[in-house]
């Protein structure tokens, strides 16, 4: 039976859930993407960044970001890996783009493995490779009502009720065993939402705007 892929990024690699049409499910990590992607599956949804202009804000993200708020980071764009530091990269944005328009340290950290996805990704694989957002999984989730935040015992027992109930039975038990790894607490969480989304989703934001290498800017949830 098909599975169903999530993908996150954390300090020292990737982290990847499956879930299948019978509820069985399981995780893995790698230092790269390949030999996750390369994991039988129907369809995968992945928390980062895919399509990618030279400058500007996505659209997707814009939306996103007016129904969950400042999770969803703005200004990914295409070579931002190409800066030697933040600094430089927000000089440059904001000479071309006007100030304030340039990247926040957590999307400037991320830029490698922004890269990474851009690197594997074609139009052809974008039929089963998505982009997804796991705020924005996790607020249609509980009715498109905003949790507490992931970082407070609240928000992560409510994160991983959502998961429970919808067949991860196995989140809490993963979160010990993750300790060693790397992996961080929230990005496992994230993980599986992301292959929830893979399996459920049939609903985005954006996809109306196409880069330069033919992929579509859209977030899935």
Request: charged residues 30%; aromatic residues 10%.
């Amino acid at each position: 039976m098909s599975a169903y892929l999530g993908l996150d990024g954390f300090r020292f690699g990737w982290v990847a859930v499956w879930i299948d049409g019978r509820g069985d499910h399981g995780f893995d990590y790698s230092p790269g993407l390949t030999r996750l992607l390369a994991m039988p599956h129907a369809r995968a949804m992945i928390d980062m960044p895919i399509g990618l202009n030279p400058a500007g804000y996505r659209a997707c993200d814009r939306r996103a970001r007016e129904l969950i708020g400042p999770a969803v980071f703005l200004g990914a764009r295409r070579d931002l890996w190409t800066f030697t530091d933040m600094a430089e990269a927000n000089r440059y944005y904001w000479a071309y783009e006007g100030k304030g328009r340039g990247v926040s340290a957590q999307l400037w950290n991320i830029r490698d493995k922004i890269k990474e996805v851009d690197d594997v990704m074609t139009p052809a694989r974008q039929a089963t490779i998505r982009e997804a957002h796991p705020e924005l999984i996790f607020w249609n989730l509980a009715g498109r009502v905003r949790l507490a935040n992931k970082t407070s015992v609240q928000g992560r027992e409510q994160r991983v009720a959502l998961l429970r109930d919808r067949g991860f039975t196995k989140v809490e038990r993963w979160l010990m065993l993750r300790h060693g790894t790397g992996i961080g607490r929230d990005d496992l969480i994230d993980a599986c939402a992301c292959a929830l989304a893979a399996r459920d989703s049939t609903q985005r934001v954006g996809g109306e705007e196409i880069d330069p290498r033919g992929l579509r800017m859209e977030i899935n949830y």
